[in-house]
């Protein structure tokens, strides 16, 4: 089992930037990708952004791409969201994911953050 459990959201204005952290605990490897999603009501999570645990390439959806980045820290065992030039379309719940590197199905969630960016 692995345990996730966001922290960093919060309400900023347009333009302003946060820095999401997820604490990744329990039977952890090196053989794991972590992500970040997002939701907004009465719509489909979204992918947002994904890192080897290992390290490696990393991966965003369009709407992000220079403005986000994802990092992870080995020796804290986290992974985090830093977003910079934030939009009010960013507003949703942020949840942290793990699966492991052969699957396509992410296993693991963390409970969420709430991010609001006001315009």
């Known amino acids: 089992q692995v345990q996730l459990v966001e922290s960093g959201g919060g309400s900023v204005q347009a333009g302003d930037s946060l820095r999401l952290s997820c604490a990744v605990s329990?039977?952890?490897?090196?053989?794991?990708?972590m992500g970040w999603f997002r939701q907004t009501p009465g719509k489909e999570r979204e992918f947002v952004a994904s890192?080897?645990?290992?390290?490696?390439?990393?991966y965003y959806t369009d709407s992000v791409k220079g403005r986000f980045t994802i990092s992870r820290d080995n020796a804290q065992n986290t992974v985090n969201l830093q977003m910079n030039s934030l939009k009010p379309e960013d507003t949703a719940v942020y949840y942290c994911?793990?699966?492991?590197?052969?699957?396509?199905?992410?296993?693991?969630w963390g409970q969420g953050t709430q991010v609001t960016v006001s315009s």
């Open positions: 994911a793990a699966r492991r590197e052969w699957s396509n199905e992410y296993n693991y």
């Open positions: 329990g039977r952890t490897g090196t053989t794991y990708v």
């Open positions: 890192v080897p645990w290992r390290g490696g390439s990393t």
